[in-house]
């Protein structure tokens, strides 16, 4: 690869109007330049573009705003955190690239930013955590972005087997088993949110310590026999991390295996009394972090509101989780009897969970799936243990997200404990070189 790629990344998708500001002057035609605050709106098959005065500027299906110099533009009320517990809407400042509205098939418009692949990751690691945190673990995260990136971008995953998209997954009588690849991403290479990897704008990403992240480690890459790894990572794995088949396709990437969070080795969790031996325990790990000044030094500011995680415990009564499992599955299983794990992989996270109703029994998966449908927004992770108390719910559980990969507290942890970048990836992601391609 001779040059730095561009990267198409998806702020908002499937809307049907959108405010922002230009802020400086862009260039939309070879002779016209527009600036100041706008509404972009699709009406009649094509998105009509209007200033700040809601006089119409033009029409068409397709508006590229080039920045002259520096100008920068802000888009307001976007979405983040959806569906998550942080769900929230804020306005976000961009920079870099090129603004692309785009009208879909179905009339909707989406907004793209078209930027260098550097300039994002810049965003994107500050967005994810804090850019205040330790620089060997941000120089690491902007590594391993770089790799997630580019290993999608450069064809990797379809080589190594595609993940099915959601209507892709065939399902079984009494069973379903999903998860969420990014091939609906039809439009950019990557949206902004968590579902690929969060990506909030400029002011995240003005840190000397960021900026210095990204260039020492500019162009470099994990690579596995010579090709770029599809890496992945959360939040806080519990103190394994876990295997890549719990979450998504069935079936092994030798460097995205289950590994100790620590110095301690401790064994693969399968049965349902080493789950709940675990989910009780308070095993050493890098990512059992008790030191909430160093937390907040490493979390996002929006991750910093978020409570106990490494262990966790929620409690439904039953009529409550009977209600939000109808409104997430869609089923109505009556009343609520069991919730049973099938299936666990070695950090404990459930793949397959049977649901027990007096209407209905439904086997549900993967992890994600699972969470989503236990919660009104996610669960933690399904790295959790089940109990009842007359009628009631009680969940106590590991961890926050998927566990697949580079653990975020847990590689922060390692770079406050004096590890390099390299050293920390390389306890996650073991077997992997670091390979700098341009």
Known sequence: MEKVPKIAVGIID??????????????????????????????????????????????????????VKESTFTLLQLPIGTQ???????????????????????????????????DYLKSVISSEMNERAPKEFLKAHAILSRSWLLAWKMGQRKREGSLPTLSDQPEREGEIIRWYGREEHDLFDVCSQDHCQRYYGLPRSLSKN??????????????????????????????????????????????????????????????????????????????????????????????????????????YPRAELESIVKEKSGIDFGTLKELLPLRRGPSGRISLLRIVGSERSVVVGKELEIRRWLSRTHLYSSAFVITRETDRFIFHGAGWGHGVGLCQIGAAVMAHRGYSA??????????????KIY
């Open 84 to 118: 998550f517990h942080w769900e929230r809407k804020e306005d976000q400042t961009f920079g870099g690239g090129e603004l692309i509205l785009r009208l879909r098939s179905d009339g909707t418009l989406t907004a793209i930013h078209e930027l260098g692949l550097e």
């Open 210 to 315: 960021v900026e210095e992240a990204v260039t020492e480690t500019f162009g470099r890459v994990m690579v596995f026999q010579d090709e770029i790894c599809d890496a992945r990572y959360s939040k806080c794995c519990g103190g394994i991390t876990e295997e890549f088949s719990t979450a998504w396709e069935d079936k092994k990437v030798p460097y995205l295996k289950s590994i100790p969070d620590g110095p301690i080795t401790y064994p693969p969790i399968r049965r349902e009394d080493e789950a709940s031996s675990w989910v009780h325990s308070t095993p050493e790990a890098y990512c059992r972090l008790n030191d909430r000044i160093l937390l907040e030094e490493i979390l996002s500011p929006i991750d910093g509101q978020t409570g106990d995680f490494f262990r966790w415990r929620v409690e």
């Open 14 to 67: 499937r809307a049907t109007e959108l405010q922002g500001d230009l802020k400086g002057e862009f260039q939309v035609e070879s002779d016209r330049f527009i600036t100041g605050p706008f509404s972009a709106r699709a009406e009649g098959g094509l998105i009509a573009y209007r200033d700040k005065t809601g006089s119409e500027i033009f029409r068409s299906r397709l508006i590229r705003l080039n920045p």
């Open 422 to 435: 390299e050293k920390i990836l390389k306890h996650y992601f073991r077997t992997v070189e670091i390979k």
